[in-house]
């Protein structure tokens, strides 16, 4: 088991920043993944990153303006959102999964947390 509790969401206005943080009860030799739910949507894949920190993954909404990486020494796993847009408001989740394939699939993801909100106003 492992427990995963988000941080870092709130209000920016678009164009603005954000940094999300992870934080994993214990460590976990794993790869993690954030996911969002926008209100009326299903949920998605935004990015995900190998246990080394060394692979990431991004979904193309998100490439050249998300980073993902990890801190192992902390249990941390963070999400840099630089040039924010209104449609990238939504619940942001972190999950993590201890599965073999790469890019990882959502199904595969065992441990989510509770989520931290992210909006950003036009």
């Known amino acids: 088991q492992v427990q995963l509790v988000e941080s870092g969401g709130g209000l920016v206005q678009a164009g603005g920043s954000l940094r999300l943080s992870c934080a994993a009860s214990r460590r976990t030799f794993s790869t993690y993944g954030w996911f969002r739910r926008a209100p009326g949507k299903e949920r998605e894949f935004v990015a995900a990153?190998?246990?080394?920190?060394?692979?990431?993954y991004y979904t193309d909404f998100v490439k050249g303006r998300f980073t993902i990486s990890r801190d192992n020494a902390k249990n941390t796993v963070y999400l840099q959102m630089n040039n924010l847009k209104p449609e990238d408001t939504a619940v942001y989740y972190c999950?993590?999964?201890?599965?073999?394939?790469?890019?990882?699939?959502?199904?595969?993801?065992?441990?989510w947390g509770q989520g931290t909100q992210v909006t950003v106003s036009s």
């Open positions: 990153v190998t246990w080394s920190g060394v692979s990431t």
């Open positions: 999950a993590t999964e201890f599965g073999s394939r790469w890019p990882p699939v959502e199904d595969a993801f065992k441990y």
